[in-house]
């Protein structure tokens, strides 16, 4: 039988269990601790780096990007749209009504001044012509009868003066003498119908005349609208019918609505090169003949007319070309990019940007604009630095920094800002912010 006292005694096997368990746990809670420094120390010096990095870009002067005035051109191409055109153009229309009797011509048909075209016929105009001569021959009859009636009274009353009043009365000679008046009267009447009569006849005469259609100029047939037998009216109204239409197209004219901007630079004598889309191999050369000398209020355009020499018929009337004018200039102008740009109360201003990196703000005046680049007539040297795209904000003599041509190697684990056009420092410390809370 077992004594109390070693019932009481802890069994030697379970005591260390409890022991070891501790010290388990504490080595494993000391492993946590060290991976959580290991892990959490490395990002704190990041976060830190990425702060003070923040912090400098903030402190840095605005990133801005510069460019330099270029000089234009001393030509400038000024291409503008036109529509070739006949020097002279014409419709040919009938004088006398009638029927075609013969056409000789057709389209495409080249003629010369005089050449005989058509004939009409018009047998009324003959019958009128024939009524006409007739009537005029009938007066004419008339008058030398009414002459020989004159001839008979002066006779008449010369008789009766010479016998005295003794032999005839007052009364008598007083009607002789009205009978000689009244002869002279109808003989002057028939002169005058006579006249109109001879007149008819040779209005029947031109435009029995009018039978024979001939061309007025050289040119090319463009238009034919009748065939023979067909019924002819006279006159050029809107319910008549044109015969044909007659072009001249060794020469042809271009008409070209030249903007305001560009008018002062246009004159006679001046030349111009038209293009064919058609044929791009080949510039027809023309010139200035005539400008209209006034703009047009509601286009705001000079209309100006080219001559083109057309010898070989090259180019076709009617068709759609291009003009364009070189325009000289003895100084030229500066150019910038359109994004220099700044337009406010103040005016149009481009930003100056000095050797030290002062920004100042320059008033200029502009010329044509290109949109990509605009004219500065002054207000800038050629030597400026001008910034482009600048952020706004800036005051004058704020101090900027040019952005570099390549962007600067980043340092090994940060994220480097790249300036952007228009960029600021608030922009770039945002930027590092969002790297350093996506890391």
């Given at each position: ?278 044929r791009p191999e080949r510039v027809f050369h023309g010139t200035v003949s005539r400008t209209a000398g006034a703009i047009d209020p509601s286009s705001r355009t000079l209309r100006t007319e080219v001559l083109v020499p057309n ?129």
């Amino acid at each position: 039988m077992s004594s109390p006292d070693a019932a009481a005694e802890p069994h030697p096997a379970s005591h260390p269990r409890p022991r070891s368990r501790r010290l388990l746990l504490a080595a494993a809670g000391g492993l946590l601790v060290v991976l959580y420094l290991l892990g959490l120390l490395p990002r704190l010096a990041r976060w830190h780096q990425l702060d003070r990095h923040a912090q400098a870009v903030r402190d840095a002067p605005p990133v801005v990007t510069t460019t330099q005035p270029q000089r234009a051109a001393a030509v400038v191409d000024v291409p503008l749209p036109g529509t070739t055109e006949p020097i002279l153009v014409t419709s040919i229309f009938a004088r006398t009504d009638g029927y075609l009797e013969v056409r000789y011509v057709d389209i495409g048909d080249r003629v010369t001044a005089g050449q005989l075209l058509a004939v009409i016929d018009t047998p009324e105009v003959d019958q009128q012509l024939s009524q006409a001569q007739a009537t005029l021959a009938q007066w004419q009859a008339n008058v030398v009868k009414l002459q020989a009636d004159l001839e008979l009274a002066g006779s008449t009353l010369r008789r009766y003066i010479a016998a005295g009043v003794g032999s005839v009365s007052k009364q008598q000679i007083d009607e002789r003498t009205s009978a000689v008046t009244d002869a002279e009267k109808a003989v002057d009447a028939g002169k005058a119908t006579v006249n109109a009569n001879q007149a008819n006849v040779d209005r029947l005469h031109e435009l029995q005349g009018f039978q024979r259609v001939y061309a007025p100029f050289d040119g090319i047939i463009t238009v034919r609208n009748v065939d023979p037998g067909a019924l002819i009216s006279a006159g050029s109204t809107t319910g008549t019918t044109e015969l044909f239409r007659l072009a001249q197209v060794d020469t042809l004219r271009i008409f070209v609505w030249v903007p305001q901007s560009y008018a002062a630079d246009v004159h006679v004598g001046q030349d111009a090169d038209v293009t064919l889309r058609e044929r791009p191999e080949r510039v027809f050369h023309g010139t200035v003949s005539r400008t209209a000398g006034a703009i047009d209020p509601s286009s705001r355009t000079l209309r100006t007319e080219v001559l083109v020499p057309n010898q070989d018929g090259a180019l076709l009337s009617g068709a759609y070309v291009t003009v364009h004018f070189k325009i000289q200039r003895s100084n030229p102008p500066l150019l910038i990019p359109g994004t220099a740009l700044l337009v406010g109360t103040d005016g149009v201003r481009v930003a100056v940007v000095d050797a030290d990196g002062t920004l100042h703000y320059r008033p200029i005046k502009i010329g044509r604009d290109y949109g990509a680049q605009v004219e500065v007539l002054a207000g800038i040297v050629s030597s400026d630095v001008i910034a482009s795209n600048l952020p706004g904000g800036l005051v004058e003599g704020t101090r900027v920094r040019v952005a570099e041509a390549a962007a600067a190697t980043p340092s090994p684990g940060v994220a480097e800002p790249t300036p952007t056009s228009g960029g600021n420092s608030a922009a770039n410390a945002a930027g590092t912010r969002e790297a350093r809370d996506g890391s």
